[in-house]
């Protein structure tokens, strides 16, 4: 796999992502976040039922890469 890193930043970011992931290579590095990723993301679906309770916890939860809104919503009866 060819990662191009002449995009402004995108070397160093890599380099930090090494360092941060503990990985010697770029594949690695990149494999590692997105796994963290995923797993941040089931966690956080599996936190929706509690955060209705706390919503002050979406906003603390929520990144730009991973954005958390709040949708609730109520009915009463069988409205279709």
Do not use: C, W
Request: glycine letters at 4%; zero cysteines.
């Amino acid at each position: 796999m060819r990662i191009r890193t002449d995009t402004k930043g995108r070397d160093e970011t890599l380099r930090m992502l090494m360092q941060a992931t503990d990985e010697n290579t770029k594949v690695g590095a990149l494999f590692a976040a997105a796994e963290h990723y995923l797993e941040d993301k089931r966690n956080k679906e599996r936190l929706i039922d509690e955060l209705v309770t706390n919503p002050d916890l979406v906003e603390k939860l929520s990144t730009s890469e991973l954005p958390m809104e709040l949708d609730v919503s109520t009915r009463v009866g069988n409205e279709d």
